[in-house]
């Protein structure tokens, strides 16, 4: 069909981020290249809404290409519904208004290209998810979102806090793409067409038919956990408060327009799959429910008015999951196309509160005396209240009080025992014990467990160390032998996807250690912003980083899915060792980037 | 205890000074500093602050090479800081040196934290100030939250115990039964008690600084709030005691749950590392920055008094003249006024601090808040109500609506669905279409929309304890003082326009920075407005004329207006009654004003960067306009960008020279003023007030990240007073990069035109301009008409400069 070329305008943010990446343009330059990027997939969404209107297209899939590689294959195809014509036209209406914004309210800061260019591969991923057919694709832009996340709430890498808090976030994605990464693998177990959403439409309804229904609850847990993660739903409501560190165009688009309710889509995406599940329907509602009072109870006294949009944002999407539950898909719809704009808007206009004071203290002078529910409880209520807000609902890493899991214990806990080497005398017996318990009981695949096990010991290790940065970045490279040894001798004739992750991971590796080679004296207990005085090696650090947590333009990415859909039948404990280690991978490397490159370099004399 | 009573005062001298942003004014960043001599008190807050209170080598050593800085004039400076060759050679090699390409000049150096930090194995300020900023935030809250802290008006000591104490919930880490103790103690109490468990007698001193201004943002700010509660509409009662009490709590909470075995901090442990007297910077550096800096500013001195010097003997004083205008002796309006004087000889302007002489607080309604309308530290005993107000009334309705809706949490969620439909149509506006539908025009004759009772009959007219208006006897009084003051007693021409100012910008939370300083950052116009009327009235002018040797002709008419130093474009109010030879007189005066606008507006466009050179002078109103509408613009106007003179004399010494919008200016006339009371009162005013507005841009410039705001960017309003980046950080002061970024830091001149002895009678009269003159944190020349000598103030004393060198 002709129409579907009109889908050939989304590959232009792409194009201008290979652009903006090439070398330094003038602020105009910049200014034409970012605008032709909104425009022309605008212009392009509207027309494929009208499309859908006029000639009433129901859901269709585009198949571009497939690629088969050792027992598996990787297709390429579009799924086009009214879920994905809503995304792209909001997307790309609402970066359109953004990005004119911020042509003028971010003149002249420095970091001008670097913030287009992050946009840009934003909308990539953005667009990638709306169109993604597959779960795979749909996993790669939500990586790519993730990731344009975290490099814009550290926009100012001179500050500590953005960075902190920036890394802080990026480990909240990490932890739930998990989820995200498990359902997909599961996905190519339900289906064999490599878990198309078509099929998903189509076979859904008859799932129950030849699947267990414990995997349903299974996968449907798993999505929801990593909709959780991304969405900021119970209990990780804290984190859009604290994202709030970037330009606040940035913060608008993300934590007021779009990155926040890539949760919805998702869910929505896979509604065919967990609707079955009475026990994820209900989960999903209790925790909508749940977030939508604690973030209202939250920022009804939150002083600050990013601090109160975000958990006002959050408490909105909490009510997107239970109408989504209930299966009310064109009020989802409804509901995040107004609340996207609305809420980014209100960001954008945030510093004008102040005048809107003034005006109305010029108009009446009993500002105060709001009439809140709150006031009419008794003291002693009222002041628990305001506790339980104030603290976040205990909800909060940073302090410590953070319900049922004190991170900073366990941190503190690991390192003692990381320290000593017992640990690692222990790891080949539970290894042992574990392939027995699975049935694994031949040599290789023992031995594939006790490598799997000392990877993850390992990558824990790495991540929680305070020794210099290039220590640290040695026992990544055996972290990362230690995987593909393990994945390579469980089941032999499955190197393709050892081939594929090392193809990238090696010279990522590589790439790092000659970034980090300089940096032995650096502490790692503090951020130290060495990118000021070494900005090339932090560029490279910065791909090596890319690399090595599975960016979807790496091979690394692609490599592990391979890996684990194969070992999954056959190996589920390996597996999830292996990936919780896969995933602190990228965590490992986030920390060495923000710790060594960036934050504030206390070191410099005026 | 007044032990710590001294502690906490002395460290209270370096607190920033930092205002609600309703009521925002430039003031002095460090008032506690200015009895010290300027640099030994940079030189101690630079210690305190760990920032350093000059620009990078490379912006000294560009204005070398540019000539902005006078080679003899920077010989001079070194050779009177360093007596022998050596070290004169060392300052030399020192402002030579290579630059560095980045500048990071604040560190901060907390030897108690650090060390308390590294025995528990966790920062401790970051465990403390997220719970602290806020508790702070939500206490000082002014309306943001749906509903305020329990007990917020009980001051914060006890309303922090009550949210511990009176709840079911724990606060983490407070343990509440040692916290029951303290109850009912006072919070200095509360702090001399705990703080021998955090630190020896010894270093009492050192942790309350460090206590003090690791928040330096909210410290300042509680002790502001506490010197002048009223600045808060809703006030709250909160004192550095309170601040400390609650900080120590906290911090030996945390100390105490994560090593219950900790001893109070000795001296002892601190070592070498931690107390080794740190320099910010070394002895040689500090003379050889202060050597550049001092030529820079000397340069730009000297080149103001030749050119004043040389232009003396061209100065033409117009005696008679068509019409008048009288403006703030704000910078920007400076540049408007030479544009309106070259195109009309018969055209005279005076300038007089914005709030005319009228201090008042104006009310628009029975339950409106008062806003004050005078300078800030004028206290007025009157109070001017809107007389009819029926727009007003129906903007009242409108404000209370939307300020009490959305209660109901049903009907929150239900209008949020199409709250939503609404903001897609004003984001297109918004960033597409910034002036909506029309340019306005630059200057309009309007009506004015409110209309004051100015004159009261009896003093039983009353309104919250303030007189309601004015007797005819204070206001002649008022008005006299501002003729005699800018020096018209006679000649007065038959149409005098008296003219306010204000700025109007978008989204910005800074919009009382820009506003007229004299009436408290708001809008001038009301107070030119009144003006105009009671100079109008009869019974005024015969007043004037008996008691006070004012003469005003029976045909002199006086007409208010406001001019928008933002958008560039003028109001003048009530010209419809006029008629025949004034109405005239009033179309010639706007058209002169329209072609001066357009030409102030392209003069302005040259400072904003993504303009062309070649723009044209009505495409660079519609620039203007369009940028103060705009929601997109951090940059709307530059404000006192570049200001560095305070000209005090007659217009005639000034008129037709260019001083690129750096100069306050203020009329005086020194013949009808033997005594020197009226210089008293316009140095009175315009030192502090010219001299904040000078240092607060100086500082903001020259330590960005430290003692200014930083970049617009990620600013975040805070309880409806305050900003700070993001929501956990302490609270920012000073200015936004994007309002000084192209300021030059120097410190205000004034140039004085009268004599020597009068000046030092005046100056050394009054203890507090003695204190900014005599220290140098503004610099004085004294042009003196009868001998015809120059003198600058430098060393204590004012010395006779010849030729204009100033060395």
Known sequence: MLINYLFLAYLVPFMALIVLLVKKYSESTIQRISFISVVIPFLSSAALVVD????????????????????????????VDKLSLSILFLTSSLTLLVIKFSHTYLHKEPGYQRFFRTVSLFLCGLYLLALAGTLDLFFAGWEMVGLSSFMLIAFYRDRTRPVKNALRIFSIYRLCDLGLLFGAIIGHLLWEDANHFLTFLSEGRNLHEYVDYNWVHLVGFLLMFSAIGKSAQFPFINWPARAMEGPTPSSAIFYGGLSIHCGVFLLYRTYPIWSHSYLVVYALTGVGLLTALLATGIGRIQPNIKGQLAYLSVAHIGIMFIELAWGFHNLVIFHFLTHSFFRCYQILTSPSSIVDHVKVIDATSNITIKK??????????????????????????????????????????????????????????????????????????VVAYMLGLLDLVLSASCLTSLKNPNTIWNRFLATQILFMASAFIFKAHSYHGVILYSISAIPCWVLGKYALMQFTNVDMKKFNGLYITNPKKSNLFFI?????????????????????????????????????????????????????FWGFPSYIKY | MDNLKTYVNDVAKFLPNIRPLNEFLHLNMLPGLQTMPFWQAMRESALKYSHLPFMPISFYQNKLKSGAIDVHILDAEIRAEAKDEKSQNEIRNTIQREAKEYYFPEKTFRPIQ??????????????????????????????????????????????????????????????????????????????????PQIVEEELAQLYIEESLLSLKGWSGFI???????????????????????????????????????????????????????????????????????????????????????????????????????????????????????ELDDNFKAYSTPGHFGLDFFYKVSDEAYPQKRCPAPVVPKFILKEKRGKDVQRKNKIYKWQNSSYQNFFLEWFMSYFDGLNSIFKMIVDVFLPTKTFVPKSVRFMRSKSEVKIFRNSDNETLNGLFLGYTHDEAALRLANVFKSIGLIQDFAPLVFIIGHTSTTTNNPYFTAYGCGACSGRNGSLNAKVFSEIANDPEIRKILKDNHGVQIPENTIFVSGVHDTCKDTVRIFNVDRLSGQHYDLAKRFSENLKISLAKNAKLRCADFVNVPKD????????????????????????????????????????????????????????????????????????????????????????????????????????????????????????????????????????????TLEVLQKVLKGNQNLWDWVNNEWVRFTCIDPVKKKTYFFQNGQFSEISGGKLC
């Open chain 1, 52 to 79: 859908y209107f006029l000639y009433k297209r129901g859901v269709r899939e585009i198949s571009l290409f497939e690629i088969a590689y050792g027992e598996h294959h990787f297709s390429f195809n579009l799924f």
């Open chain 2, 114 to 195: 650090k060390y308390i930090s590294e025995e528990i194995n966790h920062s401790l300020g970051e465990l403390t100030e997220p719970l602290l900023i806020r508790l702070l935030s939500s206490f000082y809250d002014q309306g943001f939250s749906f509903w305020n802290v329990p007990k917020a008006n009980e001051g914060f000591w006890k309303c922090f115990v009550n949210l511990v104490t009176n709840s079911y919930l724990p606060i983490y880490p407070i343990d509440k039964e040692q916290l029951v103790h303290f109850k009912d103690k006072t919070p200095i109490e509360v702090v001399s008690l705990l703080l």
């Open chain 1, 372 to 445: 809140a529910i709150e006031n009419w409880l008794p003291m002693k209520l009222r002041t628990t209240i305001y506790s339980f807000a104030l603290q976040e609902g205990f909800l909060s890493i940073s302090e410590r009080g953070f319900f049922p899991l004190p991170f900073v214990q366990i941190k503190l806990w690991m390192r003692k025992v990381f320290r000593s080497y017992i640990t690692f005398a222990v790891v080949p017996v539970i290894a042992y014990y574990l392939a027995h318990w699975q049935g694994h009981t031949e040599t290789h695949q």
């Open chain 2, 223 to 341: 002790q502001n709030i506490n010197l002048e509660p009223k600045l808060l509409t809703d006030e709250r009662h909160a004192d550095l005691y309170d601040y400390l009490a609650v900080r120590m709590v906290i911090e030996l909470n945390w100390i105490r749950k994560i090593k219950p075995s900790f001893q109070p901090v000795i001296k002892s442990q601190l070592g070498a590392n931690y107390l080794k007297k740190r320099e910010v910077m070394s002895q040689v550096e500090w003379q050889a920055y202060k050597v550049i800096h001092e030529a820079y500013e000397k340069t730009y001195y000297q080149n103001i008094i030749i050119k004043m010097a040389e232009h003396a003997s061209n100065a033409r004083e117009i005696k008679k003249c068509e019409i008048q205008s009288f403006h703030c002796i704000d910078d920007r309006e400076c540049s408007l006024i030479r544009f309106m004087e």
């Open chain 2, 615 to 754: 723009i044209t002078e009505s495409e660079a109103q519609a620039l203007t306009i369009e940028r103060a509408h705009s929601i997109f613009e951090p940059r709307p106007e530059f404000g006192h960008t570049r200001n560095a003179l305070c000209i005090v004399g007659k217009r005639a010494s000034t008129r037709g020279l260019s001083f690129d919008r750096r100069a306050f200016l203020q009329s005086y006339d020194y013949t009808i003023d033997p005594n020197g009371d009226y210089l008293l009162a316009i140095l009175g005013a315009a030192i502090p007030v010219c001299g904040g507005i000078n240092l607060d841009y100086f500082y903001s410039r020259m330590n960005n990240r430290g003692i200014g705001a930083g970049s617009k960017l990620s600013h975040n309003v805070t309880g409806l007073v305050a900003i700070s980046n993001g929501t956990e950080d302490d609270l920012l002061t000073g200015l936004a990069l994007q309002m000084v970024e192209l300021h030059e830091p120097m410190r205000i001149m004034f140039v004085v035109t009268v």
């Open chain 1, 544 to 596: 090596a980083f890319l690399g090595m947590s599975g960016f979807p333009f790496f091979t690394t990415f692609w490599g592990e899915d391979v890996i684990f859909a194969e070992m999954l039948l056959e190996g589920p404990v390996l597996l999830t060792m292996t990936a919780l280690s896969m995933m602190f991978n990228g965590l490992i490397s986030a920390r060495i980037l923000t710790k060594v």
